[in-house]
């Protein structure tokens, strides 16, 4: 495998976990428990941490997709002697459709391997290693199942082609001639308190994911109707498709530790859940998907914080709602390109992020509407979030960017504060008396101040990073989004201008000087900044650009490098997604505007239109 090549790898799902497989047919990542669990294959992070592949033994080329509306992905291998084609499914639970899709699922992978044309050579290699490549199991055959028991962790692989075990391996080299079809189920159990998985036929497993994802697009697939359609639809499915769908919590990305930077050591495990998406992320679903999801997304946020006291907010969980997600070293694994060291679990969880107290009260705000009439525990959460908000803005923080060095004053912070504030004084007598409105208005005008005199830099002619600083950062691009400034107020206009001009190139957008490469979600930022100021053509031509830089499976990392076009970083990665449709929501919303009024290309736009006001019920 090239190890420099994360984007080479699709991505299933089953509502509990993902599998990456790479287009050479190699399984190599799969944690079936659930996201964060660990890895029976995880070679990404080192060969000596398990695959499985199904590949032509020779030379052969390969192309793939994703069949139409679903998660199930068909890689077709050309070799001088013909043709065979892989398709990999992960199992839903049978007839499981709609919103219904991945809440049992049986955690069960599915391959099918056909042959297309001539006679085609392929040989199998399984070859299982539990806890990120600790374990190796020892392979037992009964019954043509191969079961692998070790630890808390059980396998079992059933085959259509009898398999040859040695040394915690299995392989097999058979010939696929056209028309003929063979089926490889794999499944997954804990040891001790669960019975052998269930094996059925993989031609049915990946039928029936087929009906369950087109079922599940169906039920979607008129709630967006604006621009970029069809990416859009596509983005939308992969957020679901990070989903934990027991609880409802989206991750951020499938992975850990695949690195910013090749060879860096910025390399962390992302298979939690982040408060700062959380607004974000319900204006997404709520464009793309449909308000049932942004309701389970809402009431998960509310159980997982339960009464906010004196420590710091939580700003992340595991997907059940676990807030202690304590870091630490896999010292044996030497990680994706050599980028150590590979974290499991995150300890920026132990961190102060004051932005998520406006990612909360701003996705209130959003859902007012069926937080009507607001129960006490809601009302309450809401109110301590304000309540902290008052104090918290004076404090630094680590920002949203999760500075280990040292806390600041950053400006994305204080403009989240704001827009707790803001949003707790819009609520009004649903969530305080008059004197508690009366001190949050006080206190979000004092945030205001503060950050239009601290924020701006002369010398930049921007918004800067932090208080004081002359450090450009990409985060104060949220500051028209949330309504804090309009896009067309000069400051925030010739901040949109020096940060495209100093921190672009071709359109991806460094997060700051030194970042390494392009953060995807910040140049959707660029664009839906670009639409709110009416520059619609503008924003279009670089939403096309930046849409058009997804791997050939329509899938985003974290970070693109600006120089070779390279994905870097954890992946799939729901914020870039979540990025991209809330992006196209804005830009149909500034066409939609500039259709009404055409002499108007840059329209001011009123504080608070960003994605609070725009999202569609």
Same mark, same amino acid.
């Given at each position: 495998?090239? *190890?420099?090549?994360?984007?080479? @790898? ?34 990404? +992070?080192?060969?000596?941490?398990? @695959? /499985?592949?199904?590949? #032509? ?9 994703? +069949? ?59 070859? #299982? ?31 259509? $082609? ?36 269930? +094996? ?14 087109? *079922? ?22 992969? $957020? ?32 939690? $859940? ?10 997404? +679903? ?25 420590? =710091? ?18 010292? @044996? ?100 008396? =008059? ?39 990409? *985060? ?9 400034? *309009? ?37 959707? /930022? ?77 329209? #001011? ?13």
């Amino acid at each position: 495998m090239d *190890s420099g090549r994360i984007s080479e @790898h699709g991505f299933l799902a089953d509502g509990r976990s993902a599998v990456l497989v790479d287009r050479a047919g190699s399984v190599n990542w799969w944690c079936p428990e659930r996201f964060d669990a660990p890895s029976v294959f995880g070679r990404l +992070l080192g060969d000596e941490a398990g @695959h /499985w592949s199904i590949r #032509p033994d020779g030379d052969f080329t390969s192309e793939r997709s994703y +069949l139409h509306d679903t998660l199930v992905l068909r890689t077709v291998f050309t070799t001088p002697r013909g043709q065979v084609a892989v398709t990999d499914a992960l199992a839903l639970e049978p007839g499981a459709r709609g919103h219904d899709i991945g809440l049992r699922s049986p955690r069960v992978l599915g391959r099918v391997v056909e042959g297309l044309s001539g006679e085609v050579p392929v040989r199998l290699d399984y070859r #299982p290693r539990f806890e990120y490549g600790r374990v190796t199991a020892y392979l037992i055959e009964a019954d043509g199942v191969i079961g692998a028991t070790a630890g808390a962790c059980h396998l079992s692989l059933r085959g259509d $082609v009898p398999l040859t075990c040695a040394g915690g391996s299995a392989t097999a080299t058979f010939r696929v001639r056209a028309g003929e079809t063979y089926r490889f189920t794999l499944g997954y159990a804990p040891t001790y308190d669960s019975p052998p998985p269930q +094996l059925p036929d993989a031609d049915r497993l990946v039928a029936d994911a087929v009906a369950g994802w087109r *079922s599940w697009a169906d039920l979607h697939r008129d709630h967006y109707r604006g621009l970029f359609r069809d990416v859009v639809r596509h983005s939308a499915m992969v $957020v679901q498709g990070m989903t934990y769908q027991p609880s409802g919590a989206i991750v951020a990305a499938a992975t850990t530790s695949l690195p910013e930077e090749l060879g860096g050591d910025r390399n962390y495990d992302y298979r939690f $859940v982040w408060v700062r998406d959380f607004s974000l992320t319900l204006q997404a +679903l709520w464009r793309a998907a449909c308000p049932d999801e942004a309701n389970r997304q809402f009431a998960w946020v509310a159980r997982a914080m339960g009464r906010i006291g004196d420590e =710091p907010v939580p700003i992340m969980y595991g997907v059940q709602g676990e807030r202690d997600l304590t870091e630490h070293i896999l010292d @044996h694994l030497p990680g994706y390109a050599d980028s150590r060291p590979v974290f499991v679990g995150n300890d920026a969880w132990r961190q102060r992020q004051t932005d998520v107290l406006g990612e909360i009260l701003d996705a209130a705000w959003l859902m007012r509407h069926y937080l009507d009439p607001m129960s006490p525990d809601v009302r309450h959460l809401l109110r301590a979030l304000a309540e902290r908000a008052v104090t918290d803005w004076r404090r630094p923080d680590a920002g949203m960017w999760e500075a280990r060095d040292a806390e600041r004053h950053y400006v994305s912070s204080k403009v989240q504060c704001w827009t707790a504030l803001d949003r707790a004084v819009r609520f009004g007598p649903r969530l305080g008396d =008059p004197s508690d409105v009366a001190r949050w208005a006080a206190a979000r005008d004092e945030v205001r101040a503060a950050v239009l005199e601290r924020g701006w830099n002369d010398e930049q002619g921007a918004y800067t990073g932090a208080f004081d600083s002359d450090q450009l950062d990409a *985060s104060v691009l949220l500051m028209p989004l949330v309504g804090f400034l *309009s896009a067309d107020d000069p400051r925030m206009r010739s901040t949109m201008d020096v940060v495209e001009r100093r921190l672009s190139r071709d359109g991806l957008l460094r997060r700051w000087d030194a970042d390494p490469a392009g953060f995807v979600i910040c140049s959707f /930022w660029l664009v839906s900044c670009l639409a709110l100021a009416g520059e619609v053509d503008r924003a279009t031509d670089l939403f096309a650009s930046l849409a058009s830089r997804v791997n050939d499976l329509g899938l985003f990392a974290e970070q693109i490098d600006q120089a070779t076009g390279e994905h870097l970083g954890n992946f799939p990665q729901a914020f870039s997604h979540i990025g991209l449709i809330n992006a196209a929501g804005l830009l149909t919303e500034a066409a939609e505007r500039r259709r009404e009024a055409p002499e108007q290309t840059r329209q #001011p736009v009123p504080a608070g239109t960003g994605r609070t006001e725009g999202a569609r019920s």
